[in-house]
């Protein structure tokens, strides 16, 4: 027999593909980086299929790739050599909501904005907050973060306990519904932003938060993005906890008000804040106006309703959509820096002086909070010289992000597209310890081959 009727031996005739349109919608995520058509795709409806699938891959020497809702921005979940796709949409219930307990069991395909909306029934949430609709289990593999990180943490802080398939089809149970664990290797943690290459989340448990009862939303302008990114500095070293802290320049709310705002385009703070009472909240206001107006604030607007909050976060979360409306015939990178927060101010500086510098087309936002920045820039297709500057930008303001004591990668993952950063920021040392990792978990290299430390070998395929 064939692939696709090995594999539908396995997951049922319906659930196992090569059609050329099926291999195209799952041959890359939403970056630029390579694409290529994997050789198969199955969707299991439960984790002894996922099991099977694993354990043929591995006989064959075939890669496996996880699959949730291919909205990554590294190449995270491209195929890039080919294989099987395991698509997860089948395996997307809520398993048991530990209600009790401010937790919840869920299968990996479940996806992040519909899963808040049935958990909203019983006034709880999860917090991560990436944006775009991922699912639970690509959120976990890359562990993602987003507008409220800067409060209750990113995914990795909110995992308590996995299973996983492993390579060899092993299925594991790692941690547990305890808060406080100490018990052995945190296994949890390491599966958690391995972006696929150690095993395949077969369920989670999570940490969740009560919907709050009050908040806030703020909008502060300012003159210069240097004086906003200050501002941030300010606010977190004040001991205030934004909810959301995001930092966006004058581009970026011009395009957000294409299709969602109306704000001043200028360069621009919006936060939010939770509190147990109107005049907790209140008083924070009043210091973080006060912080704002020292930093050159021009206008401050607190106390944003409902409907205006919405729509301000609507417009955030579209940006990046929007961008790429705009540029649809444009090659574009994606810079994902992060840093301790006292050096936020002179990385935004930085990155902000070299959009006057190097003459690039592109915006600079991010979750400023928790020291987070994003820059994206375009090139037109048929200009390399362009597109060499592109990433001649990339390299610089990562490398200022290093020397910051920061990371390639706040909350994309690796992937393809920071693999080359991973030396500089980790070292040699650090790199081979994770390479023996890999090999340790997947002696064959058929996990996401080609991604985070990059092995090379990939079975027959």
Known sequence: MGLVADLAEIVGDAHASAAESILQIHSGDQSSHERRL???????????????VAKYASANRIPLVGWGAGSSLEGNSNPVHGGIVIDFGRMNQIVEVHENDFQVTVQPGIFYKDMNQLLAR???????????????GGMI???ASGTRTVKYGATRDNVLALEVVLASGEVIRTGSRSLKQSAGYDLTHLFTGSEGTLGLITEATLILAPLPEHFSAVVATFDDTPSA????????GSGISPAALELLDAESIRFMNMRVTDLPEMPTLLMEFHGASEVAIKAELELVKEICEDC????????VGRESRDRLWEGRHALGEILFSVYPDSHYLITDVSVPIS???ELAAYANSLYGEMGVHGTLFGHAGDGNLHTVNF???????????????NDRVVQKAIELDGTCTGEHGVGIGKQKYMVYEHGEGAIEVMKQVKTLFDPLNILNPGKVVGIKGKGKR
């Open 229 to 236: 990114a200050e501002a941030v500095f300010g606010i977190k």
């Open 379 to 393: 090139a037109p297709l048929d200009d390399d010289d362009q597109w060499a500057v592109l990433h001649d930008f």
């Open 296 to 303: 050159g604030c021009t206008r401050f607007e607190a106390g």
């Open 38 to 52: 994997p050789d198969a795709v199955v969707w299991p409806a439960n984790t002894a299929e996922v099991s099977a």
């Open 122 to 136: 019983q006034g709880l949430f999860f917090a991560p907050d990436p944006g775009a609709n991922a699912s639970i």
């Open 141 to 143: 593999a890359n562990n």
């Open 343 to 345: 050096a936020y101010p």
